[in-house]
């Protein structure tokens, strides 16, 4: 079982900067898979930020590139989501996600959420 606890968010005005945090309870060395993701206002899905996969290369949605750091601390089991240039597109719910490979299967988890809100 991993729970993942998120902080940061908040409201930014258009060209801001905001950090998120998302603590998790296992060492994240060990998840198979680690990022975050987003959704919008009056949208269903949830739509992929960034992410490490098991090759440890970060990857970004188009949409995020060159603004957006996501980052990990082993030593603090905490991983980063540094967003700069802020657009109101970028408002929504932000959510850490990982995987843990337990005995050949995949389990998912999520954190509670951190609202992020781009506005003047």
């Known amino acids: 079982q991993v729970q993942l606890v998120e902080s940061g968010g908040g409201l930014v005005q258009p060209g801001g900067s905001l950090g998120l945090s998302c603590e998790a309870s296992?060492?994240?060395?060990?998840?198979?898979?680690m990022g975050w993701y987003r959704q919008a206002p009056g949208t269903e899905e949830r739509q992929l930020v960034a992410?490490?996969?098991?090759?440890?290369?970060?990857r970004y949605a188009d949409s995020v590139k060159g603004r957006f750091t996501m980052s990990g601390d082993t030593a603090k089991n905490t991983m980063y989501l540094q967003m700069n240039n802020l657009k109101p597109e970028d408002t929504a719910v932000y959510y850490c996600?990982?995987?843990?490979?337990?005995?050949?299967?995949?389990?998912?988890?999520w954190g509670q959420g951190t609202q992020v809100t781009v506005s003047s």
């Open positions: 996600y990982a995987v843990q490979l337990v005995a050949s299967k995949n389990d998912e988890y």
């Open positions: 296992v060492i994240i060395s060990r998840l198979k898979v």
């Open positions: 992410v490490i996969l098991g090759d440890r290369i970060v």
